[in-house]
């Protein structure tokens, strides 16, 4: 019923548009576009041979907004599945505004020089959105994104009166290679490199990045260390659930991974200040990209899972209750089915079920939205019928972790 224009043929982009080709009642004309056209054309390729359908392909600077705006008059989508990396995120609102086209994405807008990590840039477009008609879905991926649904679930069914959010993110995965990051090398630093900062009675905490360290048992997976950082969904979650007292996000890290890191920012190479190098002007953690392995092309050497869930602490019903709800996603069965690691699929997919819940009317409503302010009934539902299947478990009381 829908045209869709997805930008950004990385990792993540690959997943959504495999999944939209598989749910063609929705997804009825499919364009991929993005800085190069040989990743498109692949992608294409592996779209046509495992789902038997075809979609279009297009190359695109989605920096440049006019460029943006003459492939939407051309395409003429109803939707933009901004898959491309968060710098580009007001540039493509900028073109979906002026074209009237619902917009879509799962990070934050970053500029290039300084990671903050913040909404308020598109939280600006609320009423810009909201006159034309046009509906923005912010953050539709795993984290942010199902973690937010989670939250806004558990309130729903579970936990009606919320105290403490934990959310934990762990990838148990194993790719074989000596240090590599399981989404785009150059976010995936820069999230991990900053200051930690959670939310406790009404205030931020900011702490040194990687400073709060606890080990946890995983479902699945077993015992591993995780490490407090900060992450976005806690500004929007914090903001939209006042009653929260604290909030707190978690990540595994392996020693190996941390060494590694830990000797990359000692020599310079994390830095996001461009420097001179022989005459040419370039930003060290850019280059490092360049060197690090491609995380598209870890698929076929990762083993082991994911398992990402938030614990909810308060009272429901009038007596106390910990809840943890969690997906648990297999490296392995991801590549089987879409040619992709379960990093890329565990936000590929939530980026389909949120574009599929705006065309269908389900979600669509004016204005800019994180995703726990939208029903999250569809969604879960959606999750379990297209490969993140959900469940919950009561814990004794909340999480200790100090
Ligand atoms: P990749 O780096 O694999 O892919 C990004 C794609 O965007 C590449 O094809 C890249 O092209 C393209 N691109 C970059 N700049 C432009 C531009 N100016 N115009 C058009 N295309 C451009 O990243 P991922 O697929 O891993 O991640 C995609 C997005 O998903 C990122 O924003 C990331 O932060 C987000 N993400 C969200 C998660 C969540 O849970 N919410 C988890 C993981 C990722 P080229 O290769 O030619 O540079």
Redesign the pocket.
């Known amino acids: 019923m829908a045209t869709v224009l997805v ?7 690959s997943v959504a548009v495999h999944k939209m080709a598989m749910l063609s009642d929705i997804f009825t004309d499919v364009t991929l576009a ?3 056209l040989a ?1 498109c054309a692949e992608i294409q390729k592996a779209v046509a041979k495992r789902t038997g359908k075809s979609i279009n392909i297009a190359q ?4 440049n907004v006019a460029d943006t705006v003459a492939l939407i008059d051309r395409v003429k989508p109803e939707l933009v599945v901004n ?4 710098y ?1 995120d007001l540039a493509i609102m900028d073109a979906c505004l002026e074209t009237g086209t619902h917009y879509l994405d ?2 934050n807008y970053e500029p290039r020089d300084e990671a903050k990590f913040e909404y308020h840039w598109q939280w600006a477009y609320q009423e810009r959105f909201a006159e034309k008609g046009l509906m923005a879905l912010l ?1 539709s ?5 199902v973690t937010n649904v989670f939250t806004a679930y558990i309130q729903k069914h579970l936990v009606a009166d919320m105290r403490t959010l934990d959310i934990l993110d762990c990838n148990g995965g194993d790719h074989g290679r000596a240090f590599a990051t399981n ?2 090398p150059e ?1 995936n630093i820069r999230e991990v490199t900053a200051p930690a900062r959670h939310w406790a009675q009404g205030a931020w905490v900011e702490t040194p990045a990687l400073s709060h360290k606890q080990s946890f048992d995983f479902p699945e997976i077993g015992p591993r260390n995780m490490y407090l950082m900060y992450h976005e969904e806690l500004e929007s979650l914090s903001k939209h659930y006042p009653e929260l007292q604290r909030a707190r996000f978690w990540m595994t890290f392996g020693d190996a991974y941390l060494t590694h890191l830990e000797v990359l920012q000692n020599v310079g190479m994390t830095a996001i200040e461009p420097i001179n190098y022989d005459g040419k002007e370039i930003v060290p953690l850019q280059f490092l990209k360049a060197v690090l392995p491609n ?2 092309d870890l698929g076929a050497t990762t083993s082991g899972k994911t398992c990402i869930g938030n614990i909810v602490s308060g009272t429901h019903a009038g007596a106390p209750r910990t809840v943890y709800l969690y997906n648990i996603c297999d490296h392995a069965a991801c590549f089987a089915e879409v040619g992709s690691q379960a ?2 699929y565990t ?1 590929g997919v939530p980026a389909m079920i949120g574009a599929a819940l705006m065309l269908d009317g389900t979600w669509m409503k004016p204005g800019v939205f994180n995703l726990e302010q939208l029903d999250p009934d569809p969604f879960m539902s959606m999750l379990t019928a297209h490969g993140l299947p959900w469940q919950h478990i009561d814990l004794p009381h909340a999480p200790e972790f100090d």
């Open positions: 930008i950004g043929a990385g990792g993540v982009g993005s800085r190069r990743p695109l600077d989605a920096d898959l491309a990396l968060p580009q799962t990070a953050g991926g795993f984290d942010p994104g989404f785009n976010i995380p598209g990093v890329s936000t």
